[in-house]
């Protein structure tokens, strides 16, 4: 599977945005995904997580209620909703898919595939 993130951008703090992770392939549905962020200097963290059915999320502490991670295999797109922004999340945001539906995983070592990233900037 292939993935296209997109919807980055400049925003300030307290703004939100939404980003989209685009997959080809038809077997979309099979594949849990996963958002993961890379700031300047630090290392790469996870974000979000839902299941294949979309049925199961999971979020870092740091979004917890500001984020949100959602689905639609009909068009084989996941979406992370972003309010409240802070300059803390400024980081290039990527996603991936992992090939085991069993779980919803918050590691990145379990990801089979990923896209390339999308930057996020906040501004104070």
């Known amino acids: 599977v292939q993935l296209q993130a997109s919807g980055g951008g400049l925003v300030r703090a307290g703004g939100s945005l939404r980003l989209s992770c685009a997959a080809s392939g038809r077997t979309f549905s099979r594949y849990g995904v996963g958002w993961f962020r890379r700031a300047p200097g630090k290392e790469r963290e996870f974000v979000a997580a839902v299941s294949p059915s979309g049925g199961s999320t999971y979020y870092a502490d740091s979004v917890k209620g500001r984020f949100t991670i959602s689905r639609d295999n009909a068009k084989n797109t996941v979406y992370l909703q972003m309010n409240s922004l802070k300059p803390e999340d400024t980081a290039i945001y990527y996603c991936?898919?992992?090939?085991?539906?069993?779980?919803?995983?918050?590691?990145?070592?379990?990801?089979?595939?990923w896209g390339q990233g999308t930057q996020v900037t906040v501004s104070s």
């Open positions: 991936a898919a992992d090939n085991d539906r069993r779980r919803v995983s918050p590691a990145s070592v379990e990801y089979d595939y």
